[in-house]
């Protein structure tokens, strides 16, 4: 079974969530965890993951290349190229690595051979190894400037399915992008964390919009829902709207920023807190649909 | 002259001092780069308006007219083509990036026509505080955050020169293509171990791209900020700007009225690094 946390905005308390959760799944299931944050993956630092047992590079991806020598400067690539990548150079062209995708256009629009080739890139890496809690833990990390995180988060997934564990959480990057899609996609139960926003609503609700696309049922939990308790009813109007239960409403609670500076869990070190009543709560309530 | 700010880690407040800069700022134009998740438009209580579609080319296959020769199955680096029984082309839309790749190859004039496939908006509107907001966004179920975001830019730079952008989070092409040639950019940082993370990710790319860079501390007094700071004098950027953690500011953002419309004494500190920040750019 797979359960995904994802919440359409960066920043609403997230990943703080999530490591809680696994922290409490972790003692009575077999579970694999995955960061699939793949742009700025966080969570190996609130589990503690320091030693990785295992790295795995994402292949097979290509960037091109203009043999400055060879290029008569003609600029039938850079006007071709639908990523806008390839710049003047004085009086040949250059690519820009950072940003091709490895599309082909300019090598089939090039009137000369041999004059672009391709070099294979590395876009990112998929890491393994043990947490402090008794569950292993896979992180896809893309490196700077790297297309295709969806690939990678996709790769990352297939690595924790061959571990064989009753139960993979997924934390899903922010926005609705490709790597979002990739989270998303094949799991039971995604988790919509909002906080009590429009901003927040905004973005949770277009990422619904994804998740009707590929028929995902969603909960909701609501953090920090003691900040702004005037728009609770426009919050809890959202999730009736979009067929989700909430089943949780987490405090804006101190600790939490406190257990982030220690990289740990907060229900571990702070288990009577605010936060982690409402974590423990949020807990017994997705047990049911595991 | 066009000003970026970004944060790397999502939620550090890039939306919130953007919005609140390009107020004060009045004579700049906003754009929101952050085509997955625009919220700009809610934060200046403005309705969106559109003005563009952002479509990807999509191949519509014409048996009648096609050799069944399978060159653009080899061209396409998506894997979107597949060859069919007869050895004729059939589109796996969902894999199509848009890039023009099979019809540049295919040796029939017709047998490739020209479709098109939505993928994003962009809006224009006149925000309540004077200043014209662009809007970048991503249709829901669409992959292709960086061209809309190229589309975006784009059109932004053809209808003003003084633009601020609010990028996304994350290091991704999207994002060097959003600071791509800006002359300054502003990072919103907040003093945890995973704002600290994600800024190291965004100094690495402007310091590839060659950009001036300048650092704002948002929740300032909440963590440790001299990790931040020991980050910033590695990497040799100016940390321009303190926010405190204040009730003020949020409430501000809940109720989608900017701090700075306010006598309230954060909007001392906007204003502050608003002229911090010009003075940089102009430099
Ligand atoms: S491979 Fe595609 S994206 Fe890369 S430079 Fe060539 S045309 Fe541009
Ligand atoms: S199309 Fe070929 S020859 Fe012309 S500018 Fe590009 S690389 Fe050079
Ligand atoms: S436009 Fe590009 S991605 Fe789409 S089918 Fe043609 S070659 Fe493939
Ligand atoms: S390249 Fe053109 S002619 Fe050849 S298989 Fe494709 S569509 Fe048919």
Redesign the pocket.
């Known amino acids: 079974m797979q359960i995904t946390v994802s919440s359409g905005k960066g920043g609403v308390g997230k990943s703080s969530i999530t490591a809680s959760l696994l922290y409490l799944f972790g003692k009575e299931n077999d579970l694999i965890a995955v960061d699939a944050d793949a742009d700025t993956p966080n969570l190996d630092i609130l589990l503690n993951v320091k030693d990785w047992e295992g790295e795995e590079s994402l292949s097979g991806e290509r960037v091109a290349v203009i043999d400055g020598d060879r290029c008569n400067g003609c600029g039938l690539c850079a006007r071709h190229c639908?990523y806008e990548c390839i710049e003047r150079d004085g009086k040949v062209y250059r690519v820009n690595e950072v940003l091709c995708e490895g599309?082909?256009?300019c090598s089939i629009v090039c009137p000369h051979d041999f004059v672009i080739s391709f070099k294979e890139t590395i876009p990112g890496v998929i890491r393994w190894g043990k947490t402090d809690y008794d569950f292993e833990f896979v992180s896809a990390q893309l490196f700077p400037g790297r297309p295709n995180s969806g690939k990678l988060v996709f790769k990352a997934k297939k690595l924790a399915q061959s571990f064989n564990k009753d139960l993979m959480v997924v934390d899903a990057a922010a926005g609705i992008g490709c790597s979002v899609v990739a989270s998303v996609n094949g799991s039971d139960l995604v988790v919509v964390v909002v906080e009590p926003t429009e901003v927040s609503l905004s973005d949770a609700g277009r990422l619904v919009k994804v998740l009707d696309h590929f028929g995902v049922r969603r909960v909701g939990v609501v953090n920090k829902f003691d900040i702004n308790s005037d728009f609770m009813p426009v919050v809890e109007g959202f999730f009736k709207g979009v067929k989700a239960d909430i089943v949780g409403y987490v405090p804006y609670d101190k600790n939490v920023v406190n257990a982030m500076l220690q990289g740990k869990p907060a229900v571990e070190i702070f288990p009577e807190s605010l936060f982690s009543t409402a974590i423990k709560e949020i807990y017994e309530n997705l047990k049911n649909f595991v | 002259m066009i000003i970026a700010f970004s944060g790397g880690k999502g939620g550090t407040g890039k939306s919130t001092v953007s919005t609140n800069i390009t107020v004060l700022l009045e004579s700049f134009a906003l754009v929101d780069l952050d085509v997955e998740a625009p919220d700009d438009h809610i934060l200046l209580s403005t309705e969106l308006v559109k003005v563009k579609d952002v479509n990807?080319?999509?191949?519509v296959f014409n048996h009648e007219a096609c050799f069944a020769c399978g060159r653009?199955v080899d061209?396409?680096?998506?894997?979107?083509?597949i060859s069919g029984r007869d050895g004729k082309p059939i589109?796996i839309p969902e894999?199509?990036?848009?890039?023009?790749?099979?019809?540049l190859?295919c040796p029939s004039r017709e047998a490739?026509g020209e479709g098109k496939r939505l993928v994003g908006k962009i809006y224009e509107n006149l925000t309540p505080y004077g200043f014209p907001l662009i809007t970048g966004e991503l249709l829901e179920g669409e992959k292709k955050t960086y061209k809309v975001l190229l589309e975006t830019r784009k059109y932004a730079l053809s209808r003003y020169s003084d633009l601020i952008f609010d990028t996304a989070a994350g290091a991704g092409n999207s994002i060097f293509k959003a600071l791509e040639n800006v002359d300054l950019v502003v990072t919103v940082t907040e003093p945890t171990p995973f704002g600290v993370r994600d800024l190291q990710k965004i100094l690495e790319v402007t310091k590839q791209l060659e950009r001036k860079t300048v650092v704002v501390i948002n929740r300032s007094g909440t963590g440790n900020e001299s990790i931040v700071e020991n980050l910033c004098n590695k990497y040799g950027v100016k940390v321009v700007g303190r926010i405190p953690y204040s009730k003020n500011i949020i409430k501000g953002y809940f109720e989608n009225e900017p701090i700075v419309t306010t006598s309230l004494p954060e909007a001392e500190i906007f204003k502050n690094l608003k002229d911090r920040i010009l003075e940089e750019a102009c430099r």
């Open positions: 639908p599309c082909n256009v | 990807l080319f999509q191949p653009c061209a396409c680096h998506d894997n979107a083509i589109l894999l199509c990036g848009g890039c023009r790749g099979c019809k190859v490739i």
